[in-house]
């Protein structure tokens, strides 16, 4: 595969039982060398639970070079010695979350539409900065929330050089200017899980490559 300069950052459905390890392998497979990072995603589940559910899935991850990161809470990335977490605005510091997990995790931050909030997050010692939700979306359901513009992207990229990544009801059909803009990183939840998986991934991959 050409090397691409967007990537695809998966995120769960919150239902990650059942079949899910199995169409995260295919995923996976399908995606090589595009899913880079995978995000783990549950909610009102308490700790334990949340580790029993995430052990299979971040074996998957880990036998494709593919970053395993814990949404919203520290306790459990450390917990599971996860590549890294995502954090919301409400979640912690990144500086904290590195005290507790170390130099090498991978620490993300929920920018929504601000210019500020990215660069007071990169300051913190964040690794990248999510702006979103750029489109409707399920698992972003703030629907009155300001959505970002792609030309945030453009500006995030031409004077930083920690990555973006692009949040909120990313399909293939709408990605396009996301990726034109020099987004790093599409996050992608419904897109992919709603149907065929390996379909979802290889369309992305053609919309990505621009063709």
């Known amino acids: 595969m050409d090397d691409l300069t967007t990537q695809l950052y998966l995120i769960s459905p919150l239902e990650v039982g059942g ?3 199995q169409r995260l392998e295919r995923a996976l497979a399908a995606g090589k060398g595009l899913v880079t990072a995978f995000q ?3 909610k009102g589940l308490d700790q334990h639970d949340a580790a029993r559910l995430a052990e299979p899935l971040q074996a998957i991850c880990a036998a494709h070079d593919v970053a395993f990161i814990v949404n919203d809470s520290v306790a459990l990335a450390k917990r599971l010695k996860a590549d890294g977490v995502h954090l919301g605005q409400d979640d912690g510091s990144p500086k904290d979350a590195r005290e507790q997990l170390g130099r090498d995790a991978q620490i993300g931050v929920t920018c929504h539409a601000s210019r500020h909030m990215a660069m007071e997050a990169g300051e913190a010692g964040a690794d990248y900065v999510a702006f979103g939700a750029f489109f409707a979306s399920s698992t972003k359901d703030k629907g009155d929330a300001e959505r970002p513009k792609p030309e945030i992207l453009q500006w995030w990229s031409s004077l930083f050089e920690i990555p973006c990544v692009a949040i909120g009801g990313i399909t293939p059909e709408n990605c396009a200017p996301l990726v034109a803009a020099g987004v790093d990183f ?12 390996v379909a979802a991934i290889k369309a992305f991959e053609k919309a990505v490559k621009g063709r």
């Not at 599409?186 to 998986?197: I, P």
């Open 40 to 42: 783990f995603r549950v």
């Open 19 to 21: 079949e899910f390890p």
């Open 186 to 197: 599409l996050a992608v939840s419904g897109a992919v899980w709603n149907g065929d998986e």
